[in-house]
């Protein structure tokens, strides 16, 4: 360690500059980019008695001379978590901009709120790449992340800009987020029953003071109840339209990854019934990418979705009665299926280093809709293919295709399989809805 992080400790506690360096030393090899200032540069602010730094709350002490500082542990509890976080920086969630969201406004004394702030500063700032070059006097990062080194910004055609981060830093960001909440209402609520005036000196007192309803070291989602299936069968039109649904949703944990506090109703868009609550960064997983009325590319997170976490996405799909009773999913979903499950072998491969790998970008399309099944054609087809541009490798009528989906899911979870079936069809619509065309260009009004 350096001779300066050693000189600023004093029992225990270290100055904010002093912590600042210790942050960057103990995460310099961290997937995930830190930055400098994470103690004394905005929204960093000692004296609200806390710091994030990710999603670990660091508290802040204020000595008789009137200087902050904090445990030092504390940092270094903090670094540890971070640096066991893993980065896939092409597993890309899209934070924005996003038509018609409301604006709040984050100032030094808000929540953390992190999409608002990084949507106010690019916006003003007139971009990612203004935005990197201004130095003095703007925040640069968040929970002692510096997004800006990990922002990606995507363009179509030509005109529309969108902002993404890796996956891992939103879910991370999302529990700083959730962390902070139950922080300041721990504290609120010690301050009402013991009637004092002073902020906790460590997270677990706050913790202990409000008992279940706050976080504890087991997590951010260790005070958020488990979803038990407790809105199965009820239509989101009904649901999202009564009040105090969106406080209702915060309070369980995501229905699909279980590690972060639930954020929206995910819900089936062909049957309209609500499936479960989930986190931001499950709901973006679970969608299709460049999503058009009859055309989807099939992501690498697909691998995910029908392979190594195969258990989890299909019963959380099933949750729709609509689903379960034809044993089927949505039309998109069926077909990006089709597109890396049916199709796989049929994806031409090329040499590259430690051996052959797909080539080219899935696309699927189709015909028709799942309304008229006797017409609906899905196409699959890969793009920039070096042996022939957007090569068709299969065209599916889509009854196939939902036959094939019923035998791979009775092989694959046996167990979702045997809970779907056409005699279940109790309570379901005379008509399923049709699949809803994207046509406000936003891609996340859908899924």
């Known amino acids: 360690m350096s001779e300066r992080v050693m000189l600023g400790r004093t029992d225990g506690l270290i100055t904010l500059g002093t912590a600042d360096a210790l942050w960057v030393e103990l995460t310099a090899a961290s997937a995930v980019p830190t930055a400098s200032g994470a103690f004394t540069c ?73 999409r608002q702030r990084i949507t106010r500063e690019l916006r003003e700032l007139g971009g990612p790449e203004r935005a990197a070059q201004c130095e003095v006097g703007r925040p640069h ?8 080194r990990i922002l990606v910004e995507q363009t179509r055609n030509g005109t529309q800009r969108t902002w993404w981060l890796p996956r891992a830093v939103v879910k991370l960001l999302d529990a700083a987020e959730h962390t902070e909440t139950q922080w300041v209402q721990a504290v609120r609520t010690r301050q009402a029953s013991a009637a004092v005036t002073e902020l906790p000196s460590h997270p677990r007192q706050a913790a202990a003071a409000d008992g279940p309803q706050t976080t504890s070291p087991n997590g951010p989602t260790a005070s958020l109840r488990p979803y038990n299936g407790e809105l199965e069968g009820q239509l989101y039109s009904v649901l999202s339209r009564k009040p105090g649904t969106s406080r209702t949703v915060a309070r369980w944990a995501c229905a699909v990854c279980r590690a972060a ?9 062909e049957h309209g019934y609500v499936r479960a609550p989930v986190c931001q960064s499950c709901n973006t997983q679970e969608r299709p990418d460049h999503l058009y009325s009859n055309d989807i590319r099939v992501a690498n997170r697909y691998t995910r979705l029908f392979r190594t976490d195969t258990d989890d996405w299909l019963r959380h799909w099933h949750r729709c009665p609509g689903c379960r009773a034809r044993t089927t999913l949505p ?13 796989r072998s049929l994806r031409p491969t090329h040499r590259a280093p430690g051996g ?11 015909t028709g809709s799942q309304q008229a099944p006797r017409s609906c054609l899905l ?3 890969v793009d920039f293919c070096p ?45 399923s809805r049709p699949v809803i065309a994207d046509t406000s260009g936003e891609g996340l009004a859908l899924f």
């Open 261 to 269: 506090p639930a954020a929206v109703l995910d819900h089936c868009h």
């Open 387 to 431: 042996s022939g541009e957007h090569r068709v490798l299969a065209r599916v009528p889509y009854r196939e295709a939902a036959e094939r989906f019923r035998v791979w899911l009775a092989e694959t979870v046996p167990a979702v399989a045997a809970a779907a079936g056409p005699d279940r069809l109790d309570g379901l619509p005379a008509q």
């Open 356 to 366: 052959r790998k797909p080539c080219g970008v899935l696309r699927v399309s189709w």
């Open 331 to 343: 039309l998109p979903h069926l077909a990006a299926w089709t597109a890396h499950i049916a199709c």
């Open 42 to 114: 905005s929204p960093a602010h000692a004296r609200v008695g806390y710091v994030l730094l990710g999603g670990h709350v660091v508290p802040t002490v204020r000595s008789s001379g009137g200087q902050w500082s904090v445990p030092e542990v504390e940092v270094r509890r903090a670094a540890e978590e971070l640096n066991a976080v893993g980065m896939d920086r092409q597993d890309l969630v899209r934070i924005g901009p996003f038509g018609g969201a409301p604006r709040r406004e984050c100032n030094e004394e808000t929540p953390l709120r992190w």
């Open 141 to 148: 990062h968040l929970a002692g992340i510096d997004w800006r």
């Open 379 to 381: 196409t699959v087809a």
